[in-house]
């Protein structure tokens, strides 16, 4: 049975991490999925050592013919993300394994600057000297990405399949953001926002994961949550915010749509047909946005949006295509 090794931040807290568990945990008919971790929380030390240590992994991978993978998935961001996973695909290479560069940021093509760019040449060229097949999240990324990189194939994120919508009745004025605490996640512009939109319903109630603390009483700052506890605020809450400065194809908008949550996302963020979307920091607009979500005469949900692209059973099925004709190719 032929083998697919995951390379990534497969044990930090994040998106990326919970796609490269799901892919792993649901491989392709036929094949076998295993992960490898390339970096940690913490010191600049600790995640340079291991990114040592998963690199002597795959050394050592490469040459047990009983360990050897079949094909080699890296999972990056841009930046020094790419620039460590670079290194993986020229090993894999080398031993006669393909290998497939899979790109999670929301800031890729900022990062490459132009199609004509440094970065953009070499990324071309890096990419015909290692064979490397590219994959982006979702037909909108395809057509962003290829003027800088080349020809790349696209495939949606998978959804859990323990993420499903409940006939538990929603609460009335519900706001909920999920997110790690950073700044690009927009955690204080939806605090302004929520604070104007307070002034028109005051019962108004807002839930944030990332922070652990606020100010206010009627938002519950409730840190990292686990699965379950997450799988609950997207069953219950009114909508979904997500005002971030830029997103790959985030998990959270997929899983809300999934549990039937509407959502109102930035205008940055490229996400699927039917949502609510406002202007970046613009909170005029937000508030208008949300306020006109309440004001709505009919309970409105995300029911009627095309989900089953994103369900893991499709997702794997596409993956285990492009995995054969990695091999064949």
């Known amino acids: 049975m032929p083998k697919v090794l995951h390379i990534g931040p497969c044990e930090t807290p994040g998106g990326m991490a919970n796609v490269m568990r799901i892919l792993a945990e649901h491989p392709p008919e036929g094949w076998e999925a295993e992960l490898l971790s390339s970096h940690v ?7 340079w050592r291991a990114y040592r240590q998963a690199r002597a992994a795959l050394a050592a991978m490469l040459k047990d013919e009983t360990r050897r993978p079949d094909i080699v998935h890296l999972h990056t961001a841009a930046d020094w993300s790419w620039w460590r996973k670079r290194r993986f695909a020229q090993m894999a290479h080398k031993a006669g394994v393909p290998n497939i560069v899979h790109i999670h940021s929301g800031q890729f093509d900022t990062w490459l600057g132009t199609p004509e760019s440094k970065r953009s040449r070499a990324m071309k060229s890096f990419r015909k000297a290692n064979q490397t097949h590219v994959v982006v999240l979702g037909e909108g990324w395809k057509q962003r ?3 800088y990189l080349g020809i790349v194939h696209a495939i949606n994120n998978p959804v859990d399949a323990d993420i499903q919508s409940s006939a ?10 999920l997110g790690r605490d950073d700044a690009v996640k927009g955690h204080q512009f939806a605090i302004t926002v929520c604070e104007k939109v307070r002034q028109k319903y005051p019962e108004l109630k807002v839930t944030m994961t990332g922070i652990s603390s606020s100010t206010h009483d009627w938002v519950s700052a409730r ?7 997450k799988i609950h605020l997207l069953q219950t809450a009114s909508l979904l915010l997500v005002p971030s400065a830029f997103e790959g194809q985030p998990l959270v908008i997929l899983e809300a749509l999934t549990c039937g949550l509407q959502v109102l996302a ?3 963020v490229i996400s699927p047909e039917g949502i609510f979307s406002a202007p970046y920091q613009d909170v005029e607009a937000w508030v208008s ?4 979500f309440f004001e709505s005469s ?14 893991i059973e499709l997702v794997s099925q596409q993956w ?3 995995y054969s004709n990695c091999l064949d190719s």
Do not use: M, N, Y
Not at 41 to 47: A, I, L, P, T, Y
Not at 168 to 177: F, G, Q, T, Y
Not at 289 to 292: F, I, L, N, T
């Open 168 to 177: 538990v009745e929603r609460d009335a004025l519900h706001l909920l953001l």
């Open 145 to 147: 990405l290829e003027p």
């Open 41 to 47: 929380v913490g010191s600049h030390w600790g995640k």
């Open 266 to 268: 930035s205008d940055r």
């Open 223 to 229: 840190g990292w949550v686990g699965e379950l506890e």
């Open 320 to 322: 285990g295509t492009f």
């Open 298 to 311: 009919e309970i409105q949900t995300a029911d009627k949006i095309q989900t089953d692209v994103f369900k």
């Open 289 to 292: 946005s949300v306020c006109g």
